[in-house]
């Protein structure tokens, strides 16, 4: 279901930065895993990273020390802070939610927004 709300995305140069922003339902925002997904045309979806309800965030290796997600509690957003982008960062970026750690973990998110394009330029 989209339920979820992504925005921010836009066109860069290689080696810029973008930030995504993610709105959650308040009914989610304490007790579901939350993180990031892409897909580009021809590719499977591929995780980005996942913020768990402690706190605890993981990331998938080809954005490990250039990407950071993060939330604002007070305005339940989620954030994709995108640093050091690489033409093979562009896809199209999605937010998702999910109660159970284990769909989290594996992207395979219940809820999810539209999504926003990221195209990073060489």
């Known amino acids: 279901q989209v339920r979820l709300e992504e925005s921010g995305g836009g066109s860069v140069q290689a080696g810029g930065s973008l930030r995504l922003s993610c709105v959650v339902p308040?009914?989610?925002?304490?007790?579901?895993?939350m993180g990031w997904f892409r897909q580009s045309p021809g590719n499977e979806h591929e995780g980005v990273g996942v913020?768990?309800?402690?706190?605890?965030?993981i990331y998938r290796d080809p954005v490990k020390g250039r990407f950071t997600i993060s939330r604002d509690n007070a305005g339940n957003i989620l954030y994709l802070q995108m640093n050091s982008l690489k033409p093979e960062d562009t896809a199209m970026y999605y937010c998702?939610?999910?109660?159970?750690?284990?769909?989290?973990?594996?992207?395979?998110?219940?809820?999810r927004g539209q999504g926003t394009q990221v195209t990073v330029a060489s």
């Open positions: 308040g009914d989610m925002w304490s007790s579901y895993c």
């Open positions: 998702g939610a999910d109660p159970d750690r284990i769909y989290c973990h594996t992207f395979s998110f219940a809820y």
């Open positions: 913020i768990e309800t402690d706190g605890k965030i």
